[in-house]
């Protein structure tokens, strides 16, 4: 008996179905940072973020919610004369997507200094938005926290 002879039309139906969510949602992100990170066009953050989105950014001292989103994206890429998210790795399970993503940007208030890093990011998604996110940054040029005039935080 052949494997395609014992597979359920309903088990095949699910892992396209599920297939397509999971490319769904790594869309979804891709966008995000195509969108909202490099090209700037704020106006699409309703669309792409859930109204009820929860972040605890490693660059910030405090939580991120919605509307601390909208406002403080723009701050920080007015930060820069010039930046760019360049995606390297992503992958997808369930209503997650983890991805992994290079910054370049050069600091406006630093003569125009160069800040890179990595950050690698659980994106969580509710409802064909992202409604929340995990990150963590790593192999920073120079101190993030001194660049941005931020206060460290406690451990």
């Known amino acids: 008996m052949s494997m395609a002879s014992t597979m359920s039309p309903v088990s095949s139906t699910t892992a396209v179905t599920g ?6 949602n790594k869309r979804l992100v891709q966008r995000y940072l195509d969108e909202i990170f490099n090209k700037k066009r704020y106006e699409l953050i309703d669309e792409i973020i859930h109204p009820d989105f929860h972040c605890d950014p490693p660059s910030f001292p405090e939580p991120w919610n919605f509307n601390s989103y909208k406002e403080g994206v723009p701050k920080f890429q007015a930060a820069f004369s010039r930046f760019e998210w360049i995606t390297e790795d992503m992958v997808a399970e369930d209503d997650k997507v983890a991805v992994i993503f290079k910054f370049r940007g050069n600091l406006v208030e630093h003569n125009d200094r160069e800040l890179r890093f990595t950050v690698m990011g659980i994106y969580y998604v509710a ?14 040029s120079f ?4 660049a941005m005039g931020l206060p460290r935080p406690k451990d």
Request: charge should be positive; charged fraction near 40%; avoid cysteine.
């Open 19 to 24: 297939s397509r969510k999971l490319e769904a």
């Open 127 to 140: 409802d064909g938005k992202i409604i929340g996110v995990k990150k963590l940054n790593l192999d920073q």
């Open 143 to 146: 101190d993030f926290y001194t």
